[in-house]
Nanobody
Framework: QVQLVESGGGWVQPGGSLGLSCAAS????????IGWYRHAPGKKRDLVAR???????IYADSVKGRFTISRDNAKNTVYLQMNSLKPEDTAIYYC?????????????WGQGTQVTVSS
């Protein structure tokens, strides 16, 4: 069982920056692929960015060049740096993790953190 706890959400004006953190409870989290998803009102939950245990990353087209995902395995933490934020980035952001080395995939989710971009 892994617990994921997000932090760092809040309100920012368009063009501003925010950093999110996802702290994992398990020391084995370095084996996990960790992703950030977001869920905006009236829309489905979408993948924003993901980082594998090997450090490979993928991004949604809508955030490429603006968001950066990274991880610090010593701190069991994954970060999402969000720059040049737009109103359409407003959503609840969720951290997701699964052990990519396990035989069966089990997904773990954080409780979510609100990001609001408005003037």
């Amino acid at each position: 069982q892994v617990q994921l706890v997000e932090s760092g959400g809040g309100w920012v004006q368009p063009g501003g920056s925010l950093g999110l953190s996802c702290a994992a409870s398990a020391s084995s989290s370095y084996l996990y692929t960790i992703g950030w998803y977001r869920h905006a009102p009236g829309k489905k939950r979408d993948l924003v960015a993901r980082i594998t245990s090997d450090g490979n990353t993928i991004y949604a087209d809508s955030v490429k060049g603006r968001f950066t995902i990274s991880r610090d395995n010593a701190k069991n933490t994954v970060y999402l740096q969000m720059n040049s934020l737009k109103p359409e980035d407003t959503a609840i952001y969720y951290c997701n993790g699964f052990n990519s080395k396990a035989m069966f995939r089990i997904d773990y989710w954080g409780q979510g953190t609100q990001v609001t971009v408005s003037s």
